[in-house]
């Protein structure tokens, strides 16, 4: 039977790294929303409703709402909590 | 099958206890079904259940990537209720709530089913019309529900000391007496019996990689373990279902997020009834005590996605605190087991029972963090679905063309951000 060994999961994310502020703790942020893959066709209903199906990468927006209340876009590994990149949201593609 | 009666107990007593046969039966993998239910939680066994009782669709096969019962059937924090607002809703989950009333009879397993009553506090002189107003849409549909005031609340949990001065002062109730909570792993382990007996074969360890398709339709899965030929597939995946879609090529509505759950070490009786407590911004938590006496408690999502199964300590901390601020006297019990189950949240928090991409693929999923309640109904209903190719009145709501075409269920109004509090 494959067990679960939660040892083996690298752990929960604890810190996000604000461009402005910093490394904080994650409860200072808000995770707002995930986007729809890069390469979907964007009518109103698939940017309104639709998110990125993908297992290991996750593109977001979240803001430090308890800090500089920067928006910002953050790549993580949704199944490791991994973070794997943070900028601010500016105009540019994901 | 040996049916479960007082008159087997006897039998099997005198026989000093020898005699009982393991709940369902272990099952070599075949090469072809002629349904193949992916999951082996409670939506999927309940599907696979209602497929062999009530439809005949030849040989049925579930298929379960780790242990029947290993996902969010066994993570849940037992409740089951049926007081939406919505009619969509509403409907649906009270036709689940009539069949928890009978399912112990029905699947011949005892799965206790408590009717303790779910009672949602009202925190504010403004919280009371809003739950006036759901009750009444529940009343209008024949669906029980009171509306208490402080007194009448006071008479009925007196052990919440109502009147004690908070934070977020109660000012009443709405409460659903029928509504309770039923044992989870009962749910799936009498399912699981109840279907094996009806022919229903039970892969264990047997994970679902793919889906093969020729000429417009699906023609079998890729699992672990070889290709499956399959006439019909359902997926009954609960957090997996980003990965269904990403299978099949469709961008679905919904994302992965967590949901924490915790017990306290077992109390004598101290709480009789299941209490919702929801200060918005503030903090938010269900309790109830199971019947070991253990105090069993969740709150909000975590907040962000992750299909990790490994909950935040910060969201722990605030259920915890926020059950202290509601019964201060359970400040003093020590938190025996923290866990966390991985919600597909969809965009309006109502379920997906469609077809999905293929004519004969079905998705029984999107449950958020309120699947458990509607097992029996999701059963029912998908596998007449999957059966007759036409979906009961039933879930016509839960369809996936409803964002398309702006007919969502937005039952809590937070529009397409389901982690927002």
């Known amino acids: 039977m494959t067990t679960p060994a939660s040892h083996e999961m690298p752990g929960a994310m604890k810190r996000l790294s604000c461009p402005f502020c910093g490394p904080r703790e ?8 995930t986007l729809p893959s890069a390469d979907a066709p964007a009518s109103v209903f698939q940017r309104v409703y639709e998110r990125s199906a993908e297992r290991t990468l ?9 800090g500089c209340r920067g928006w910002l876009l953050v790549r993580r590994d949704p199944s490791s909590g991994a973070v794997l990149a943070v900028r601010l949201l500016d105009g540019a593609a994901p | ?24 039966q272990r099952q070599p993998l075949r090469d072809g079904y002629d349904v193949v239910v992916v999951g082996a939680g409670g939506h999927g066994l309940a599907t696979a259940f209602h497929l062999a009782r009530d439809h005949r669709v030849g040989r049925i096969g579930v298929l379960e990537k780790r242990l029947v019962g290993y996902g969010n059937v066994g993570r849940n924090t037992t409740i089951v209720r049926s007081n939406y607002l919505l009619p969509e809703n509403h409907y649906f989950y009270e036709d689940a709530l009539r069949r928890w009333e009978t399912l112990a009879r029905d699947l011949n397993y005892n799965v206790m089913y408590s009717p ?12 009371l019309p809003a739950l006036a107003r759901r009750g009444n849409a529940m009343r209008l549909a024949g669906i029980d529900a009171e509306l208490l005031d402080l007194a009448a609340l006071e008479r009925f949990v007196p052990q919440l000391d109502a009147r004690r001065p908070r934070r977020f002062p109660i000012t009443g ?4 007496r029928r509504g309770g909570t039923v044992r989870h792993d009962a749910v799936v382990w009498g399912y699981a019996r109840a279907a094996s007996a009806l022919g229903v074969e039970i892969i264990e360890d047997c994970e679902v990689t793919g889906v093969r398709a020729a000429a417009g339709a699906a023609t079998g899965v890729e699992t672990s373990r070889g290709y499956v030929r399959a006439g019909r597939i359902v997926f009954a995946t609960a957090g997996h279902t980003a990965a269904v879609g990403a299978m099949l090529g469709v961008a679905l509505p919904l994302e992965t997020h967590l949901l924490q759950a915790l017990v306290t070490e077992p109390v004598k009786p101290l709480l009789d009834t ?3 407590y929801v200060a918005p911004g503030h903090g938010e938590i269900y309790i109830s005590q199971s019947d070991r006496g253990g105090l069993v408690m969740g709150g909000h999502l975590d907040g962000y996605p992750s299909s990790t199964q490994e909950g935040q300590w910060f969201r722990l901390e605030d259920v915890a605190q926020t059950a202290v601020e509601l019964l201060p006297r359970i400040g003093g019990l020590r938190v025996l087991r923290q866990w966390a189950g991985v919600n597909d949240m969809t965009m309006d928090g109502s379920p997906l029972i469609d077809r999905l991409r293929y004519d004969n693929v079905f998705l029984n999923a999107g449950w958020c963090y309120g699947g458990f309640k509607a097992i029996p109904a999701s059963g029912a209903a998908c596998a007449r679905l999957v059966a007759t190719g036409t979906a009961p009145d039933l879930i016509q709501a839960y369809r996936l063309s409803r964002f398309a075409s702006g007919h969502v269920l937005d039952e809590p109004g937070y529009g397409p951000y389901p ?3």
């Open chain 1, 26 to 33: 994650l409860h200072e942020f808000r995770f707002h929303k």
């Open chain 2, 173 to 176: 109730a709405l409460v659903q």
């Open chain 2, 116 to 127: 303790r009553a779910v009672i949602d506090l009202a925190l504010s002189d403004d919280d």
């Open chain 2, 419 to 421: 982690a927002r509090q």
């Open chain 1, 58 to 66: 996750s593109i977001e927006h979240w803001q430090h709402l308890g």
């Open chain 2, 1 to 24: 099958m040996r049916r479960y009666s007082a008159l087997a107990l006897l039998r099997a007593g005198l026989r000093g206890g020898r005699g009982w046969q393991p709940l369902w």
């Open chain 2, 274 to 276: 299941v209490l919702v």
